[in-house]
């Protein structure tokens, strides 16, 4: 008994100087949200109701244009139908809202070469523009290079190397990504890789509808053209037959199909394409959506634009800490003082639990979450102190009752635990229950109040089995 509890105090202590460390060591801390560090909030209204799909997508459309404009911390969802963008920390958003406000661009464009990863060139050295053809004939993604078996509708694209040439030219940002330039760009690939691909030659309001469908083995798109699109897509093919033709959204390609692979010869597509490669169920899907979807699906209407300077953001932020932070002595003194020597495991308990919350959020908001903390936050986790003390008082309390009643000490803490531990699930199980329920259905900063309260919650749970249980135990014994 007495070596589980040592193990299961150890891996937590353990646990939390690792995690804290790797933390500390990594240079990462809680995200500060828009009212902590200051910025602009912009809320944007469909011009008419729109499908939930619509709206995924316009929100993807968005949150990849502020991404690419080097935005830290942005956050991009939707609230009661409106579209709200926030951009904490940005001194001038004049260019990003305007980005924002940008019809997203589908293209159609030649692949022509595979790309080398970026590599920054020696310092001082000028580059000339993009090449708009491969280096050498041996990089080339076009005939007489790609070469097509059209019995097994496969190419021998995966031998032909990247071209090392392109590895000093960064990747075509989505403002310069236009259709109306007619000059190449040099795109990155959803899933890795880059692309130089040739000047656009169709646009993406050749596409009529799209939808994903499984045909054994696997998904594909099934697009449908307009009137219009569908001879310019047969001159297009026919163009490129049996080479890759990229589908460029915003400055990424999102699907490179080879032309009619097992085809020998060039046939007009009747105004149905069907897109097929290794694509899951989501994947199919997803671009049947950016297929139908290329520029926003939707006109929005920019109805609000607050803006909180830095200066107010760290006061809010001193503000919300000082508050936290006097409470917190508050109830270690009043916790040392009337229960004494078991105040030791208040104050090492909450100290584990802070240790804990501090690297979580802080590796949350380098995630691909990017979890913000807000002043909303702040108040979560001040309100969660005080659950995670009354964790400590049921505890305690049934710890006395039951060594008033003359079982010894020894005997009191691990009976006392067992009964004490029930009403800790219960109350924990409410609170978590009330925090779930306010993040599914609340909007705005009242969902960072209650994803840090459930947080805090399930922290409290864990600490209070696999930390404070085995240290009460040991101390009482």
């Known amino acids: 008994m007495k070596r589980s509890l040592v193990i299961s105090l150890t891996i937590v202590v353990a646990l939390t100087v690792i995690l804290l460390a790797a933390t500390l060591g990594a240079g990462w801390s809680p ?4 009212d ?5 909030e912009i809320v944007y209204k469909p011009a008419h109701a729109i499908s939930t799909g619509q709206m995924t997508t316009t929100i993807n459309v968005i949150r990849n244009r502020v991404d690419a404009a080097g935005v830290s911390g942005s956050n991009v969802n939707s609230q009661g139908g409106n579209v709200v963008v926030q951009l ?5 958003p004049r260019k990003v809202i305007a980005l924002i406000g940008q019809t997203a ?13 970026y590599t920054p060139p020696k310092a001082g050295t000028k580059l000339p523009a993009l090449p708009g053809a491969c280096s050498a004939a041996a990089y080339s993604l076009q005939a007489p290079t790609l070469t097509v078996n059209t019995s097994t509708a496969t190419s021998n694209e995966g031998s032909i190397p990247s071209d090392p040439v392109l590895a000093a030219y960064k990747s075509t940002t989505p403002a310069y990504d236009d259709a109306h330039a007619k000059v190449p ?3 990155p690939v959803l ?11 169709l646009n993406g309001t050749a596409v009529a509808s799209a939808n994903a469908s499984f045909q054994s083995p696997s998904w594909v798109v099934n697009a449908t053209l307009t009137g219009k699109g569908a001879p310019a897509w047969d001159k297009l093919a026919q163009k490129y037959f049996h080479e890759i033709i990229a589908i460029d959204l915003d400055g990424q390609v999102v699907s490179a199909p080879l032309t009619q692979p097992s085809s020998a010869a060039f046939s007009s597509f009747a105004g149905k394409v069907q897109i097929s490669g290794q694509f899951t169920q989501t994947l199919a899907q997803n671009l049947a959506l950016d297929l139908n979807y290329g520029s926003l699906p939707v006109r929005l209407k920019n109805i609000d634009q607050t803006t909180v300077s830095p200066t107010l953001g760290k006061s809010s932020l001193k503000a919300g ?46 995630s691909g979450l990017n979890l913000t903390l807000d002043l909303s936050g702040v108040t979560g986790l001040i309100v969660s102190v005080g659950i995670t003390v009354d964790s400590y008082i049921v505890y305690f309390e049934r710890l006395k009752d039951e060594a008033r009643s003359g079982r010894s000490i020894r005997t009191s803490v691990d ?40 947080l805090s919650t399930l922290l409290d749970v864990a600490t209070t089995y696999f930390f404070t249980r085995p240290l009460a135990i040991m101390l009482g014994r």
């Open 31 to 34: 995200k500060p949200g828009l």
């Open 415 to 454: 009976k006392s635990f067992t009964g004490a531990f029930r009403t800790v699930l219960a109350a924990d199980t409410v609170s978590f229950a009330a925090a779930l329920v306010l993040w599914l259905l609340a909007a705005g900063t009242v969902k960072g109040f209650a994803f840090f309260l459930g």
């Open 36 to 40: 902590l560090a200051g910025g602009s």
């Open 105 to 117: 661009q589908l293209q159609f464009r030649p692949v022509l070469c595979a790309a080398a990863p």
């Open 185 to 187: 760009v040099l795109v």
């Open 321 to 366: 800490l000082g508050a936290g932070i006097g409470g917190l002595l508050l109830v270690l003194l009043y916790t040392i003082f009337y229960y004494r020597g078991l105040g030791v495991v208040v104050v090492s308990g909450l100290l584990v639990t802070a240790g804990l919350l501090f690297a979580i959020v802080s590796a949350l908001g380098h």
């Open 88 to 92: 904490p920390g940005l001194k001038n």
């Open 191 to 201: 899933g890795g890789g880059r692309f130089l691909l040739g000047p656009s030659e």
